[in-house]
């Protein structure tokens, strides 16, 4: 809120009125441990595995890729076609990489700020 207010110094910039937008069912938006996302994209196969990708982030803190191909799969009844390229993309856009134990998991973007 701080970096609205900064940006917009002459409007008084309440987290009643922040709140109010992003929960308008047109913008799209989820709110993931406690990080506001842009839950939809447009495309329709992109929203597919971003809406499987956040559900995971709702039960789970970290995630690897392979629990997002196996929980698409369950979801869908398929194997994700999604390019390499977009599905890097999409993991980019949405979560932060992170090394454990050799392994990449993945946690959302800006969660690890907001503890």
């Known amino acids: 809120m701080r970096l609205l207010q ?3 110094p002459t409007e008084e ?5 922040i709140s109010t937008i992003l929960q308008a069912a047109d913008l799209g938006a989820m709110q993931v441990r406690g990080v ?3 839950a ?3 495309t329709e196969a992109h929203d597919r595995f971003r809406r ?3 559900g995971l982030f709702k039960h789970r803190e ?3 890729r392979q629990d997002v191909m196996e929980e698409y799969e369950r979801v869908y009844n398929e194997r994700c076609k999604l390019s390499e390229y977009v599905i890097r993309q999409q993991l980019r856009e949405v979560a932060e990489k992170l090394e454990q134990g050799g392994q990449a998991i993945y946690v959302v ?3 690890l700020q907001t503890r």
């Open 52 to 54: 499987t990708l956040l």
């Open 13 to 17: 910039i309440r987290e009643e009125d």
């Open 62 to 64: 970290t995630v690897t």
């Open 109 to 111: 973007k800006g969660a």
């Open 36 to 38: 506001w996302v842009l």
């Open 6 to 8: 900064r940006k917009h």
């Open 40 to 42: 939809s994209t447009g």
